[in-house]
């Protein structure tokens, strides 16, 4: 009798595991095709690495052509740092080049376990956040990179005259940079700008999925401020002008944020009124609040 009640019990643990099993089968095959997708993308980047680290270059180049320096030359400081520059342009492009595939296999993998209501909140977010780093990314490279470059180009200093004997000669600071150091820069700048545009996104979705409310954003304001100028002070080159440039976008997206939230919350009680789960005195005093 025991053993004939011991079958169902474990035909039922069986069952309860069939799923989890199927899951982390698709996680493993998800997982297979993003990084084939990265290595392709990879190997892609590898055939072209010249041309693309020619273009990263370009705020560079320029900010030395308006200071009347024609030669942009970079100098590799060790043997093997060009090998290197080509591995590192690689792995950059191929995860850009790769990211909306990677997007595509995750969406797949977490929406069957959504609702549909689920699925139409979260689709426009995941639509949202690529197109913000790029934006962000964008601007770090026509706005910031070339405004940064020229005040770190501005502390080179021409050699003085020969002079006679005895006279002192000024010495010449002029800017030989390495090839990695400048790459290394440059994708910190696309990096820490495209993640930050990611702020009303990230914060929007919270907004909705009802972690955050925008009394709540706007009650931590001040706290913000000194976050994000912590932030600008990490994540940029030590000169004030990209400091201030970060801190000013962020701070503005952070604002935009409040508002974007504010709406998804109108929207919300609009909803909630509409199918009667929310008094008009509610919805005024919270709006009340909000301003």
Same mark, same amino acid.
């Given at each position: 009798?025991?053993?004939?009640?011991?079958?169902?019990?474990?035909?039922? =643990?069986?069952?309860?595991?069939?799923?989890?099993?199927?899951?982390?089968?698709?996680?493993?095959?998800?997982?297979?095709?993003?990084?084939?997708?990265?290595?392709?993308?990879?190997?892609?980047?590898?055939?072209?690495?010249?041309?693309?680290?020619?273009? #990263?270059?370009?705020?560079?180049?320029?900010?030395?052509?308006?200071?009347g320096q024609t030669d942009c030359g970079l100098i590799l400081?060790?043997?093997?740092?060009?090998?290197?520059?080509?591995?590192?342009?690689?792995?950059?492009?191929?995860?850009?080049?790769? *990211?909306?595939?990677?997007?595509?296999?995750?969406?797949?993998?977490?929406?069957? /376990?959504?609702?549909?209501?689920?699925?139409?909140?979260?689709?426009? *977010?995941?639509?949202?956040?690529? #197109?913000?780093? #790029?934006? /962000?990314? +964008?601007?770090?490279?026509? $706005?910031?990179?070339?405004?940064?470059?020229?005040?770190?180009?501005?502390?080179?200093?021409? %050699?003085?005259?020969?002079?006679?004997?005895?006279?002192?000669?000024?010495?010449?600071?002029?800017?030989?940079?390495? !090839?990695?150091?400048y790459l290394r820069l440059s994708i910190k700048f696309i990096?820490?700008?495209?993640?930050?545009?990611?702020?009303?996104?990230l914060l929007t979705l919270m907004g909705k999925a009802g &972690? $955050?409310?925008?009394?709540?954003? %706007?009650?931590?304001?001040?706290?913000?401020?000194? +976050? =994000? &100028?912590?932030? +600008?002070?990490?994540?940029?080159?030590?000169?004030?002008?990209?400091?201030?440039?970060?801190? !000013?976008?962020?701070? %503005?997206?952070?604002? $935009?944020?409040?508002?974007?939230?504010?709406?998804?919350?109108?929207?919300?009680?609009?909803? &909630?009124?509409?199918? %009667?789960?929310?008094?008009?005195?509610?919805?005024?005093?919270?709006?009340?609040?909000?301003?």
């Amino acid at each position: 009798m025991s053993s004939t009640d011991d079958i169902p019990e474990n035909e039922d =643990i069986e069952e309860s595991a069939a799923p989890l099993i199927e899951h982390l089968a698709e996680l493993r095959n998800r997982l297979i095709h993003s990084a084939i997708a990265f290595i392709i993308g990879m190997v892609i980047c590898f055939t072209v690495w010249n041309p693309i680290f020619n273009f #990263l270059t370009d705020p560079l180049c320029s900010a030395m052509a308006e200071r009347g320096q024609t030669d942009c030359g970079l100098i590799l400081i060790k043997l093997q740092e060009g090998f290197f520059v080509a591995i590192s342009i690689s792995l950059f492009g191929g995860l850009v080049l790769s *990211f909306p595939y990677i997007g595509y296999q995750l969406w797949r993998f977490v929406a069957p /376990g959504l609702y549909r209501t689920e699925k139409n909140a979260f689709l426009p *977010f995941l639509a949202a956040s690529p #197109l913000m780093f #790029l934006l /962000g990314a +964008a601007f770090a490279f026509y $706005v910031v990179m070339p405004l940064a470059f020229d005040f770190f180009l501005g502390f080179q200093q021409p %050699g003085g005259p020969s002079g006679s004997e005895g006279e002192a000669v000024a010495a010449t600071v002029d800017f030989q940079g390495s !090839v990695q150091e400048y790459l290394r820069l440059s994708i910190k700048f696309i990096v820490a700008f495209g993640l930050c545009f990611q702020l009303p996104v990230l914060l929007t979705l919270m907004g909705k999925a009802g &972690l $955050v409310s925008s009394e709540g954003l %706007g009650n931590v304001r001040k706290y913000a401020v000194v +976050a =994000i &100028l912590c932030l +600008a002070a990490i994540v940029t080159p030590p000169d004030v002008i990209t400091q201030i440039i970060l801190f !000013v976008v962020v701070y %503005g997206l952070y604002e $935009v944020s409040i508002w974007l939230v504010r709406r998804v919350e109108k929207k919300r009680n609009e909803r &909630l009124r509409a199918e %009667g789960l929310l008094d008009d005195e509610e919805d005024e005093d919270e709006s009340d609040a909000n301003e």
